[in-house]
């Protein structure tokens, strides 16, 4: 019954691989997104899409490329992984501007 | 969007009202308060928003000043499950869909 679900929850890889978080909601949102949790615990946004189209691309490296195959999912892919890429992914979903996110638990990824 | 500014830090003891400021003195018209936590390592979780108008939920009250440029979270009888990070955001009401997230306030509920 989970709202957004990630998965997987871990995530440990070496350097170079290319790697794939999915994220599926079950609330009927419109808009769902990514952010990265850095070590410093800041929360930015990475990607937002709403009814599959992507509306916020925020300079993120084009190593890591959304896919919305409709619009209760959000995947994450990412190639060539580095060192930096190592943090917290949050999915995250919400039904419009005025409405407040619903965010998932979260995928750690751990780059070595 | 515009910015807000929060305390890093705050403690409360259990079973008090703890009091969440945060300043947004760059707020304007269109511009909704919105707070989320974020408790040790799981997902941020939405609390309440508001515009103008106080507002209260299940979880929490908001007080907006009038000039709207502060606003006081209040969690009326805090619990140890209360310790979190306490965003405070501004956003607008259309546009683009995005928060942009603070430093927010660590709350420490003690017992």
């Known amino acids: 019954d989970t709202a957004v679900s990630q998965t997987p929850k871990y995530l440990v890889t070496q350097m170079g691989n290319d790697k794939s978080i999915k994220c599926e909601q079950n609330?009927?949102?419109?808009?769902m997104y990514w952010y990265k949790q850095d070590s410093k615990k800041f929360l930015k946004i990475m990607f937002s899409?709403?009814?599959?189209?992507?509306?916020i691309n925020e300079t993120v490296p084009n190593r890591f490329s959304p896919k919305s195959p409709d619009k209760a999912h959000l995947n994450l892919h990412i190639n060539s992984l580095e060192l930096g890429d190592s943090a917290v992914y949050f999915c995250a979903s919400s039904s419009g501007p005025l409405y407040g996110y619903t965010f998932g638990s979260g995928t750690r990824l751990t780059v070595v | 969007d515009a910015k807000t500014t929060q305390p890093p830090s705050m403690d409360c003891a259990e079973g008090r009202a703890a009091n969440l400021p945060c300043n947004h003195s760059t707020i304007s018209g269109n511009e909704y308060v919105y707070w989320y936590r974020q408790i040790h390592s799981q997902g941020p979780q939405y609390i309440i928003h508001g515009l103008k108008n106080n507002e209260t939920n299940e979880m929490a009250s908001l007080i907006i000043t009038e000039d709207r440029k502060s606003s006081t979270l209040i969690l009326p009888h805090a619990t140890l499950r209360d310790t979190a990070v306490y965003y405070c955001?501004?956003?607008?009401?259309?546009?683009?869909?995005?928060?942009?997230f603070g430093t927010g306030t660590r709350l420490k509920v003690l017992a």
């Open positions: 609330l009927g949102h419109d808009t």
């Open positions: 899409y709403n009814n599959k189209e992507l509306i």
């Open positions: 955001i501004v956003r607008v009401s259309s546009g683009t869909y995005k928060y942009i």
